[in-house]
């Protein structure tokens, strides 16, 4: 089972730059999350989602933008990147009971120069 | 505001030694607890969670947790580590609203 797919693996952006990182997952699950990871800092929540069609605002929602227009898809976008957005970013997805563990991709190591 | 703290940001210890990582939350209201284990170059994992009940669970790899609902704690321990123990530790708390908050990470370095 391929389980939660991120893609690309790794980017390098310029400052002003536009992209999107694309989560997948193929276990059915409701929720959805994306969180980065920056040394001494932890795990960060950017945004969540629920269930299709829905999206929340986390810890570090600013400058990022996030759809899930399919339950098996949740994309992050950033409209103009930033070299302080420079993190390895992190989907995850859940069943969606707050008693469920989270599933994560392997990361998606980004470059903002 | 609800948060996850996490008082080492390393802990070394040596092969075979104990080891207590240390985790503490806020909340006004129930949470489940959770600790999640990344080794290096991959995603976090699972390693155990409580939910209600007994306060004291156990992973599959010899680790074990404490829920203090009076201190707000969940520390993290193992008797004797292992070299294959080396990873960073996650604690996190689910909240009311379906947030998930991580902690900012301990690392463990274990010594031969």
């Known amino acids: 089972n391929a389980g939660v797919t991120q893609t690309p693996k790794f980017r390098v952006l310029k400052t002003g730059q536009s992209m999107t990182l694309l989560c997948a997952q193929d276990?059915?699950?409701?929720?959805m999350y994306w969180y980065r990871q920056d040394p001494g800092m932890g795990l960060r929540l950017i945004h969540y989602?629920?269930?299709?069609?829905?999206?929340a605002k986390g810890e570090v929602p600013d400058g990022y933008n996030v759809s899930r227009l399919k339950k098996q898809n949740f994309l992050l976008g950033l409209e103009s990147a930033a070299p302080s957005q420079t993190s390895v970013y992190f989907c995850?997805?859940?069943?969606?009971?707050?008693?469920?563990?989270?599933?994560f991709g392997s990361g998606t190591q980004l470059s903002v120069l | 505001a609800q948060s996850v703290t996490q008082l080492d940001s390393q802990v070394p210890v040596f092969e075979e030694a104990p080891v207590e990582l240390r985790c503490n939350y806020s909340s006004s209201v129930s949470v489940y607890l959770f600790w999640y284990v990344q080794y290096p170059n991959q995603g976090l994992q699972l390693l155990l969670k409580?939910?209600?009940?007994?306060?004291l669970v156990k992973s599959i790899n010899g680790f074990e947790a404490e829920f203090n609902k009076s201190q707000t704690s969940f520390h993290l321990r193992k008797p004797s580590v292992h070299i294959s123990d080396t990873a960073e530790y996650f604690c996190?708390?689910?909240?009311?609203?379906?947030?998930?908050?991580f902690g900012k990470g301990t690392r463990l370095h274990i010594l031969p």
């Open positions: 996190a708390v689910n909240l009311r609203d379906d947030k998930i908050i």
């Open positions: 409580y939910l209600s009940g007994s306060t």
């Open positions: 995850a997805s859940s069943r969606g009971r707050r008693y469920e563990k989270l599933f």
């Open positions: 276990m059915n699950h409701e929720y």
């Open positions: 989602s629920v269930g299709e069609g829905t999206t």
